[in-house]
């Protein structure tokens, strides 16, 4: 039998504030019934939801896949935002490109990307200027 | 005793009463009931006694267990501890004396307020709160509702639900021993009664979840109460001076009482259990900052709005304010022969999860996807579960079938009719031309 995957796919609206964090809130709720220790669940559930404010506030939204495998999870958040021109610099804590009509809601506080790095186990960005990023990371479950 | 065995739930189901509707399933905040055999079934290890389905429930099916004036006969000296709230439920009462008179009338010895007991924990969570050894913000644990949602559904905030003992427990450790002082009885012979707003503090009396035992013996509902008060509250003559409350240990009563008593600015004051489960999924995804203290209470308006109080919660608060008024603002004191802090740990206590192996666990997450996907997706609740997800859900932990759910059933039985037509249809080769 090969090894269960389990695979959720979500869209995120880059329109509405109010919906960011629905699909680390519903990711949430799965790891718990599935019995997944509270600290992986809770470095799973802020990595993702940086990701998700990050994917409204600068990219217009995008869609998120995660895939859980008995030793792993794995967020695919993709967006066809503007891409990140520098991402040495945007991994710098308290950098940010927020707009001041953002941070005025209480966001882009530039801590996104240097959380997203501290909560997984393995983070890639794949980005380009006026095409879009792929922000994939992964947490592991020990058993 | 083991925890299983000490389990006690004062939310409970008058089977006769419940007609199998499917209100409470809808409004239960931990999902914690279904609907079988044409009753509601109310899953022990989910319930945390808030008290929502009492409330719900028009055909008054849900009952809260509380006990009756005849173990008022088993002590020398009785102590009645009114509740803040109970004070607000009498629209003949223009003072608090003449409330606390008339419970002294129906056999108390004494009676007690636990607004004082708020009044010493006010002073403990200022200490709490400035001492710096706790994470911020402090979650009050006044509300046993709360603590318990806390306990069940939100581990990484259990460290910071302040480890104090409650405004109750603090009055009836106080009235006892002022009891015993007074005269020279002995603690068996105390009988402390907790006249109570909600069952949420009836099992924290009968089922502390971070106390070895309570302080307090028994738990009378205000509703009890009220009943035998109501008719002869106006006809008191002498009002004794009893009241030693001041006005912010009784406006705990009313939900941001207890924040606005602390006399800090940055805290947020919840109330009504869908909030407060609001509040605290932010609070748990981190995205409330800046806050030292978050109140949150399980009722809607606060202690005014428990499932056992008479007085609607809005004209009680306005009642309570008023009274409160006139009072002076008093001080707790802080005694060092008082242990006002917890002396068990909570535990975490999830529901389970869907298998104890993660494998099949997750195999049963998968087909649980699967299952929802195949739901209609209205939750309508006829198939007895709250929603279509927590049917998922019972299917694969085995407690539910697919043809529960009504469509499903009606999909069935179209499919199943559609083949008897077409069975219907084929004549044997001797009737055929």
């Known amino acids: 039998m090969s090894e269960p995957l389990m695979k959720l796919h979500y869209n995120v609206d880059g329109t509405d504030f109010t919906v960011a964090g629905e699909a680390s809130g519903a990711v949430k709720k799965v790891l718990k019934q599935l019995g997944i220790s509270p600290d992986v669940i809770r470095k799973v559930a802020i990595a993702m939801y940086e990701c998700e404010i990050n994917m409204v506030i600068h990219a217009n939204g995008g869609v998120i896949d995660v895939e859980i495998s008995p030793d792993k999870i794995r967020m695919i958040h993709k967006d066809v935002g503007p891409g990140i021109p520098d991402i040495d610099k945007a991994m710098t804590e308290g950098f940010s490109t927020a707009s001041q009509q953002v941070r005025e809601l209480g966001f882009g506080a530039g801590m996104g990307l240097p959380n997203m790095k501290k909560y997984t186990d393995e983070m890639r960005i794949d980005t380009e200027l006026g095409v879009g990023t792929t922000v994939d990371m992964t947490v592991y479950i020990k058993q | ?433």
């Open chain 2, 1 to 433: 005793m083991g925890e299983i065995e000490r389990r006690f739930h004062s939310v409970t189901l008058d089977k006769p009463m419940c007609k199998g509707c499917t209100t409470c399933i809808r409004y239960c905040p931990t999902q914690a009931i279904r609907v079988q055999q044409g009753k509601a079934k109310i899953i022990s290890e989910r319930c945390i006694d808030c008290g929502e389905c009492i409330r719900r429930c028009q055909y008054h099916a849900k009952k809260a267990i509380t006990d009756g004036f005849e173990v008022m006969d088993r002590y020398k000296y009785k102590i009645a501890l009114p509740a803040p709230a109970f004070c607000g439920q009498f629209s003949k009462a223009t003072d608090f004396d003449i409330v606390l008179t008339g419970l002294k009338m129906l056999g108390f010895d004494d009676v007690f307020e636990v607004a004082r007991g708020a009044e010493v924990i006010t002073e403990k969570m200022k200490e709490l709160i400035s001492s710096g050894k706790y994470e911020a913000p402090l979650i009050s644990s006044a509300c046993p509702a709360v603590v318990r949602l806390v306990a069940v559904k939100y581990h990484d905030l259990m460290s910071h639900v302040a480890p104090l003992t409650s405004p109750m427990e603090a009055a009836a450790e106080m009235a006892r021993r002022e009891a015993r002082e007074k005269t020279g009885l002995k603690d068996e012979d105390i009988g402390v009664f907790f006249i109570t707003p909600c069952p949420a503090k009836v099992t924290a009396i009968k089922w502390p979840i971070a106390l070895e035992k309570s302080n307090v013996d028994w738990a009378l509902s205000i509703k009890d109460v009220y009943m035998r008060l109501a008719h002869s509250i106006d006809k008191i003559t002498k009002v004794e001076h009893l009241s030693k409350s001041g006005r912010s240990g009784v406006r705990w009563a009313n939900h941001g009482g207890e924040a606005e008593a602390l006399g800090i600015e940055k805290y947020i004051a919840v109330d009504g259990i869908a909030n407060v489960i609001e509040v605290l999924d932010q609070l748990e995804d981190e995205k409330i900052k800046g806050v030292d203290f978050i109140e949150a209470l399980a009722c809607t308006g606060g202690c005014v709005g428990g499932s056992l109080t008479v007085e609607n919660n809005f004209v009680a608060n306005s009642r309570i304010r008023r009274i409160s008024q006139g009072l002076e603002d008093k001080k707790g004191e802080l005694r060092d022969d008082m242990d006002l802090y917890w002396n068990r740990k909570i535990e975490y206590q999830p529901f389970s999860p869907l298998d104890a192996d993660f494998g099949i666990a997750m195999q049963k997450a998968i087909r649980m996807n699967e299952i929802i996907e195949g739901l209609p997706q209205l939750d309508c609740g006829s198939c007895g579960a709250p929603t279509c997800r927590e049917l998922a859900e019972d299917i694969v932990r085995g407690k539910a079938n697919e043809t529960d759910c009504i469509f499903k059933l009606r999909e069935r039985v179209s499919l199943l009719a559609k083949e008897m037509a077409e069975l219907e249809s084929k004549l044997p080769p001797s009737m055929t031309e």
